[in-house]
């Protein structure tokens, strides 16, 4: 077989990571059974370990095609684009779920919990207190993480370098705070519909700001060993892209859960 491609796509090489990728998120979810039913984690554990680990080494490879390899060709990059497009728009439907759980117990709530909301014996968050700071850190955060990729476009290694920490710290910062108010809270999950749609919704908003916080941090590692330049830096757009969702998504979350619905 001809080493010598004469066309622009990429076609992968034979690769153990779908494999262990499958085998680690089949373990996981069955650990995660068991530690509902059984209070073991052993099993849970390991499965998250394999996932992680899947999930470096499998990355890795990818930035080694896109970057020292030169695979990534035009073609390829529509191609990654679209996926991202897709993926975002699939994220979109997911959180319009917790919406309409949310506003179709909101809008007409039910006699089971009183015809009122929120709920009585519910005490709801003060909006303009941590939400509100979690708001204006966000939105600091889709300042700067554009900041850096517009200075990146411009071949501004320091500014770029400066804007992706920013976004990093202030990602981790609201992380903290949010994980804060989880623990202050005067209400649980258990607390009827409200406690329900209120920390899955927001539950969920903040894993994925842990992950955009993880994909954020990967591309500064990779800005600083030089993988980025202005005419090639699909990943950390794509991190740019997730981000923004990401803002979009709690500024709903904050008009809708937080300030409305209160």
Same mark, same amino acid.
């Given at each position: 077989?001809?080493?010598?491609?004469?066309?622009?796509?990429?076609?992968?090489?034979?690769?153990?990571?779908?494999?262990?990728?499958?085998?680690?998120?089949?373990?996981?979810?069955?650990?995660?059974?068991?530690?509902?039913?059984?209070?073991?984690?052993?099993?849970?554990?390991?499965?998250?370990?394999?996932?992680?680990?899947?999930?470096?080494?499998?990355?890795?490879?990818?930035?080694?095609?896109?970057?020292?390899?030169?695979?990534?060709?035009?073609? !390829?990059?529509?191609?990654?684009?679209?996926?991202?497009?897709?993926?975002?728009?699939?994220?979109?439907?997911?959180?319009?779920?917790?919406?309409?759980?949310?506003?179709?117990?909101?809008?007409?709530?039910?006699?089971?919990?009183?015809?009122?909301?929120?709920?009585?014996?519910?005490?709801?968050?003060?909006?303009?207190?941590?939400?509100?700071?979690?708001?204006?850190? =966000? =939105?600091?955060?889709?300042?700067?993480?554009?900041?850096?990729?517009?200075?990146?476009?411009?071949?501004?290694?320091?500014?770029?370098?400066?804007?992706?920490?920013?976004?990093?710290? =202030?990602?981790?910062?609201?992380? !903290?705070?949010?994980?804060?108010?989880?623990?202050?809270?005067?209400?649980?999950?258990?607390?009827?519909?409200?406690?329900?749609?209120?920390?899955?919704?927001?539950?969920?908003?903040?894993?994925?700001?842990?992950?955009?916080?993880?994909?954020?941090?990967?591309?500064?590692?990779?800005?600083?060993?030089?993988?980025?330049?202005?005419?090639?830096?699909?990943?950390?757009?794509?991190?740019?892209?997730?981000?923004?969702?990401?803002?979009?998504?709690?500024?709903? =979350?904050?008009?809708?859960?937080?300030?409305?619905?209160?």
């Amino acid at each position: 077989m001809s080493t010598h491609a004469n066309h622009p796509y990429h076609l992968v090489n034979q690769s153990p990571w779908p494999l262990t990728g499958a085998l680690g998120a089949m373990t996981m979810l069955t650990g995660l059974i068991q530690w509902f039913h059984q209070y073991q984690t052993m099993l849970l554990m390991m499965g998250t370990l394999l996932t992680i680990l899947t999930m470096i080494q499998w990355w890795r490879d990818i930035t080694r095609e896109g970057t020292f390899q030169g695979l990534h060709t035009y073609p !390829v990059t529509l191609g990654l684009r679209w996926g991202m497009i897709l993926f975002i728009v699939s994220e979109i439907m997911f959180f319009i779920s917790f919406f309409w759980a949310f506003f179709h117990s909101s809008l007409s709530p039910s006699m089971e919990i009183g015809s009122y909301w929120p709920p009585l014996g519910i005490s709801p968050f003060n909006p303009m207190q941590i939400p509100l700071l979690n708001t204006a850190i =966000l =939105l600091a955060s889709g300042i700067t993480v554009t900041w850096a990729h517009h200075s990146l476009m411009e071949n501004n290694y320091n500014q770029t370098a400066q804007g992706l920490s920013m976004t990093v710290i =202030l990602g981790l910062y609201f992380t !903290v705070l949010q994980a804060f108010e989880y623990m202050e809270a005067p209400f649980t999950i258990a607390d009827a519909i409200y406690g329900s749609t209120f920390f899955v919704a927001t539950g969920f908003h903040g894993l994925h700001v842990i992950i955009g916080t993880t994909f954020l941090s990967v591309c500064l590692a990779r800005h600083i060993k030089y993988h980025f330049s202005s005419n090639h830096h699909f990943g950390f757009e794509a991190a740019a892209w997730y981000w923004h969702f990401v803002d979009v998504v709690w500024l709903f =979350l904050y008009i809708s859960i937080y300030w409305w619905g209160s």
